[in-house]
């Protein structure tokens, strides 16, 4: 099983990203697909989640009306688009899939930073 991310970077308050979590070795189409983030010295916060229906589920206040999920089940594959950025967003962004069926079964990618600095 491999989830790998990628997209991440510096950029300037008010710009954007957009993140990508390129998945293997699962049927991607039978798991939720979220994404994570966790700024130094504060625990990992959930601020995206889509369902395998494609489903999303309300985005926490920090992020909503400037983050989308989205997911490409023929390429399994899940995005994260960041506009607006602020630095408060920066952190390492990791991506985690659930099994639709069994949330304990889930996997973890390594992360990517995103830094929001001018």
């Known amino acids: 099983v491999q989830l790998v991310e990628s997209g991440g970077g510096l950029v300037q308050p008010g710009g954007s990203l957009r993140l990508s979590c390129v998945t293997s070795?699962?049927?991607?189409?039978?798991?939720?697909m979220s994404w994570y983030r966790q700024a130094p010295g504060k625990e990992r916060e959930l601020v995206a989640f889509?369902?395998?229906?494609?489903?999303?589920?309300n985005y926490p206040d920090s992020v909503k009306g400037r983050f989308t999920i989205s997911r490409d089940n023929a390429k399994s594959t899940v995005y994260l688009q960041m506009n607006s950025l602020k630095p408060e967003d920066t952190a390492v962004y990791y991506c985690?899939?659930?099994?639709?069926?069994?949330?304990?079964?889930?996997?973890w990618g390594q992360g990517t930073q995103v830094t929001v600095s001018s």
């Open positions: 070795g699962f049927t991607f189409s039978s798991y939720h």
């Open positions: 985690n899939a659930k099994l639709a069926i069994d949330w304990s079964r889930d996997y």
């Open positions: 889509i369902f395998s229906t494609g489903v999303r589920r």
